[in-house]
Nanobody, 115 residues
Framework: QVQLVESGGGLVEAGGSLRLSCAAS????????MGWYRQAPGKQRELVAR???????NYADSVKGRFAISGDSARNSVYLEMNSLKPEDTAIYYC?????????WGQGTQVNVSS
């Protein structure tokens, strides 16, 4: 099992920035990819960004150019730098990890962007 703990959410004005962090613990050997999903009120969860153990990254079109994901394999951590935040970025952000064909989820951290 992999346990994921997020931190860094909060309230920010539109145009502001936040940095989310996620630390993995437990059976972390073999984690191939870590990333972030989000779920806004009344909407389905969507992939925001992910980074592989090799450093490859993918982003949702809606955050390209504004968000940056990075990983620290030595610390089994992943970070999401969010800039130029918009009200539509308001959501619960979940850290995720893929390992041996399984997907693990954190509890989520709330991000609120005021207009």
């Amino acid at each position: 099992q992999v346990q994921l703990v997020e931190s860094g959410g909060g309230l920010v004005e539109a145009g502001g920035s936040l940095r989310l962090s996620c630390a993995a613990s437990g059976s972390t050997y073999g984690i191939s990819t870590m990333g972030w999903y989000r779920q806004a009120p009344g909407k389905q969860r969507e992939l925001v960004a992910r980074v592989s153990s090799g450093g490859s990254t993918n982003y949702a079109d809606s955050v390209k150019g504004r968000f940056a994901i990075s990983g620290d394999s030595a610390r089994n951590s992943v970070y999401l730098e969010m800039n130029s935040l918009k009200p539509e970025d308001t959501a619960i952000y979940y850290c995720i990890a893929w390992r041996s064909g399984n997907m693990y989820w954190g509890q989520g951290t709330q991000v609120n962007v005021s207009s």
